[in-house]
């Protein structure tokens, strides 16, 4: 194919990619997580709070957001299109590894894989620190392979700031730090230690010798990094804060065997659902062809898999889904490396009726696969993520679960239409599990308050007739409208019966996947309740 048609294809996968990632970016509700890096993207330039103490692991993911400023109501999708602008990067870190690893006939197929497949979408999609951890490491494990071939302090600078930035973007992505050292030691001009003539020691002295002025930026960069960062720490220690460099409670270093051999079945039936296992397999045996065809290559986009992939599963106390995110652009580049060894491997070029055989059955593979499976759900993810199947606990988090605002998006966007406004806003008050989370979805239009389960404790937030809070509101509007997704307690079809007010259910929303109800009630004080007729 043509060099310049060839730029064409990348550009309009590129394109395609990003468009999928940002196509109607405000279809899925909010996600908590989304919430908390909206809300640390809003004061880190702000210096209102001591950046240490709001880091999680994530500070440069929340610098990136903060670029975007803009209101609460528009905060969502203007981060997820800010993370979704960043995947771009991603795609382009994809292309440039596969033609560095695998050469020119890897691109094209691995760029396409990245764009479409539903592993990277789905969560791409979200305001996440994960895409912006797998683009810069992308990136990072490209600029490695150009290091060891050709070290240089430029490079070694721009390795550094990819490395180390894929590292401020979520910690867990420390790992790839090591991408350097492994591809200085595959891919550089030192030679392997002969057993009979040479150890270790000296070849790691050797290794040292040949690259060390170019891995000094890297260190560097990394050094300099964390000295800011126990600057701004110590700061915040004198003065009375606590800095988070990691959310400790998602780990779980204590793991037994058992644990840990579960969360490898629950990593492989993720990928399976979000591949489909037909893929999973093909994927499998692409990246035994790229073994088999070159192993240097294959053996290092192995390692760069395993360096993001292996402490979010060993580690991780609950494996998530998208803690595996980071990792899906070296599955993409073995797939381009398969689909290049079906072209290129000198067994295959010595058989040309097999060798057209075996890139046609991929082919036509794929083309199925993307057809029937990756392109509807991609296009589902944007126009109704209700229909998508997802893992178990994914489809907790984000769909039925309380860590997400299905159902509170739908009553206050009904409220915003059509409640009646009192005093020139709609008076409301949400009784829900997480308050925060609404207001992603408050506009001017109402006058809001809301109490959440944390705050009420179990006793009061299950216990409607001590919902004081409704009286003293009531008190000063002759109407209110109660949300709540506790319709265990407040039944759709049995309103508690409070100081003779009266209940009028007005809307409803079925959260997907699951049984919960959000309800919105129209509560009117009791001498309105005794002159409305009926």
């Excluded at 840990?260 to 492989?268: N, P, S």
Aim: a positive charge; charged letters at 15%.
């Amino acid at each position: 194919m043509p060099a310049r048609a060839r730029l064409w294809l990348i550009t309009l996968l590129l394109l395609g990619g990003f468009f999928v990632r940002a196509h109607r970016p405000g279809a899925l509700p909010g996600f908590v997580d989304e919430l908390s890096h909206i809300e640390r993207g809003e004061i880190i330039y702000t210096l209102e709070r001591n950046p240490s103490e709001i880091s999680h692991g994530k500070l440069l993911y929340y610098y990136w957001l903060g670029l975007f400023e803009t209101s609460r109501g528009g905060a969502l999708v203007t981060a997820r299109l800010a993370t979704a602008l960043f995947t771009l990067l991603g795609l382009a870190g994809v292309a440039a590894a596969a033609r560095v690893l695998f050469g020119p006939g890897a691109v094209l197929p691995a760029t396409a894989f990245y764009a479409i497949v539903p592993f990277a979408v789905f969560f791409e999609r979200m305001a996440l620190a994960d895409p912006m951890a797998a683009a810069l490491g992308a990136l990072a494990a490209w600029h490695s392979v150009l290091l060891a071939r050709a070290p240089g302090q430029r490079r070694g600078l721009i390795t550094g700031l990819l490395a180390n930035g894929a590292m401020g973007a979520k910690l867990t992505a420390a790992p790839v730090l090591a991408l350097p050292v492994l591809a200085a030691a595959i891919f550089g001009d030192v030679p392997w230690p002969d057993r009979k003539r040479a150890s270790l020691s000296i070849y790691a002295k050797a290794l040292w010798r040949r690259y060390e002025p170019a891995w000094r930026p890297i260190g560097l960069i990394f050094a300099a990094g964390w000295a800011i960062f126990a600057a701004m720490s110590l700061v915040a220690l004198v003065r009375g804060g606590h800095p988070i460099l990691l959310d400790t409670y998602l780990t779980d270093a204590s793991a037994q065997p058992e644990d840990v051999l579960d969360k490898l079945g629950g990593l492989a039936g993720r990928v399976e659902l979000l591949l489909t296992p037909g893929m999973a397999f093909l994927v499998v045996l692409l990246a035994g062809l790229a073994l088999w065809w070159r192993p240097s290559a294959a053996l290092y986009t192995l390692a760069w898999l395993a360096l993001l992939w292996g402490p979010s599963t060993l580690l991780a106390s609950s494996l998530q889904t998208r803690y595996l995110v980071a990792g899906v652009p070296a599955v993409a580049v073995l797939v381009g490396g398969g689909i290049a060894a079906l072209g290129r491997a000198p067994a295959l070029h010595r058989r040309p009726r097999l060798a057209i055989l075996a890139r046609g059955t991929a082919a036509i593979a794929l083309g199925v696969w993307a057809v029937a499976f990756a392109l509807p759900f991609d296009w589902r993810a944007g126009s109704d993520p209700a229909a998508l199947t997802l893992p178990r606990r994914d489809t907790y988090d984000y769909f039925w679960g309380s860590f997400n605002t299905w159902g509170t998006r739908e009553a206050l966007a009904y409220l915003s239409a059509h409640g009646e406004p009192a005093q020139g806003r709609v008076p409301a008050v949400g009784v829900l599990q997480l308050c925060p989370l609404a207001t992603l979805y408050v506009t001017p239009a109402l006058d809001w308050t809301c109490h959440d389960y944390y705050r009420l404790g179990a006793e009061v937030a299950f216990d409607p007739a001590r919902w004081d809070f409704v009286r003293q509101r009531l008190d000063a509007v002759p109407w209110l409208y109660v949300v709540t997704e506790f319709s265990e307690v407040v039944s759709p079809d049995g309103p508690p019966a409070r100081f003779g007010e009266r209940w009028d259910l007005v809307f409803s929303f079925a959260k997907p996947h699951g049984e919960r109800v959000i309800t919105v009630w129209r509560v009117t004080a009791a001498v309105e309740a005794r002159s409305t007729p009926g």
